[in-house]
C-alpha cells in the first residue's frame, strides 16, 4: 500500500474522484485541470492511496491555508480525504483504516513542513465527510458556518486557530431576470459538476435568466465576495446541504420563480 504523488496514470481517477464508473464528461474534467494545473505551483499535495493490485482506493488534497477557501495563516488545510465508499466498482473500502492512514501521512508532511498545524473541515453529520472522523483523531473545532464545521490541530505554540471564509456581499444582478450566479474555484468536482449542470440549465433562457460565473481562484476575488464555492438564485444559494441537483431540477425551479413573479405582478395591477 502506498501515498503516492498523482502521475500520468492516476490523473484522470484523481481529477473524477474515483468516479472510474462514470463516463468522463471532459467539461467537468477541464474544470478540475484548470485548478490542478494552477496551484500546483502553491504549494498543493495531491495523493492517491494504491494498493498492491494497483487499485486506487483513496485520495488527498492539501496545501498551504493561504491558497485555499479557509482563512489562517503558517497552517497546512486539508481540502479533503476520500476513500471510495460505493458498493459499485472496486467496491467499498471505508473502515479499514485507510483515512488514518491518509491523515497521518499529511500530517507527517505537514511537520516536516515547517506548518504550525493542520486544519481540515467536515459535516455536522455521519452521512457524507463527517467531522467526527477528524475529531476522533485528536482535532478540536474552530469554527462553524452551518453544517460546516473547521477544525485543526495545533503543532506549533505560536499557531492561530483557522475559520471559515465569511460571505461579504449578496450576488445580485439584472432586476428584470432571474439572477443566477456560479462561483466556482476549481478545488472539488462536485462544485465543478453544479457548474456544468447550471450551463445546461440556463441554455435558451437568456431572456429571463442573467447568468453570470465568478472565478474565485483568485484570491481578491474570492475575498471581495466571502465566497468559494455555489450556486446562487436570487442572491440565496440554492438547495443548500441537498445533494447537487439535475439540469432539469435547476431548470424548473428557475421556471417556477419566474411564474411566481408574473402572479405576484398579476395581482399588483
Known amino acids: 500500500m502506498r501515498l503516492v504523488d498523482v502521475d500520468e496514470t492516476t490523473e484522470g481517477t484523481f481529477l473524477r474522484c ?21 496551484q500546483r505551483g502553491n504549494g498543493l499535495r495531491a495523493k492517491v492511496l494504491v494498493l498492491g493490485t494497483g487499485e486506487v482506493v483513496g485520495l488527498c488534497q492539501y496545501m498551504p491555508i493561504e491558497f485555499t477557501h479557509l482563512e489562517g495563516d503558517d497552517l497546512m488545510a486539508i481540502l479533503c480525504i476520500w476513500v471510495h465508499g460505493y458498493d459499485h466498482h472496486i467496491g467499498d473500502r ?4 485507510y483515512g488514518r492512514l491518509i491523515l497521518e501521512a499529511i500530517e507527517e508532511d505537514a511537520r516536516a513542513s515547517g506548518a504550525g498545524g493542520v486544519a481540515a473541515w467536515g459535516m455536522d453529520f455521519p452521512h457524507w465527510n463527517p467531522v467526527s472522523f477528524y475529531e476522533h483523531l485528536g482535532y478540536e473545532r474552530a469554527d462553524k458556518d452551518g453544517m460546516a464545521v473547521l477544525v485543526w490541530k495545533r503543532f506549533a505554540e505560536t499557531a492561530s486557530p483557522p475559520s471559515f471564509l465569511r460571505q461579504a456581499r ?12 456560479v462561483f466556482l474555484n476549481g478545488w472539488c468536482m462536485g462544485a465543478c459538476s453544479q457548474c456544468v449542470t447550471a450551463r445546461e440549465a440556463v441554455e435558451g ?47 424548473q425551479d428557475i421556471l417556477d420563480l419566474v411564474e411566481r413573479r408574473r402572479g405576484r405582478g398579476e395581482q399588483n395591477r
Not at 474515483?18 to 494552477?38: C, I, K, N, Q, T
Request: hydrophobic share 25%; proline share 11%; aromatic share 8%.
Open 94 to 97: 471505508q473502515g479499514n483504516g
Open 205 to 251: 433562457l437568456e431572456d429571463i435568466v442573467d447568468y453570470r460565473e465568478i472565478d474565485t481562484s483568485d484570491p481578491d476575488t474570492r475575498r471581495s465576495w466571502g465566497i468559494t464555492d455555489g450556486l446562487y438564485v436570487e442572491g440565496e444559494p440554492h438547495r443548500p446541504y441537498e445533494p447537487p441537483c439535475t439540469t432539469e431540477v435547476l431548470r
Open 170 to 181: 449578496r450576488p445580485e444582478g439584472d432586476p428584470a431576470k432571474v439572477a443566477v450566479r
Open 18 to 38: 474515483l468516479h472510474d464508473e462514470r463516463p468522463d464528461d471532459p467539461r467537468v474534467v477541464s474544470l478540475r485541470r484548470r485548478w490542478f494545473d494552477a
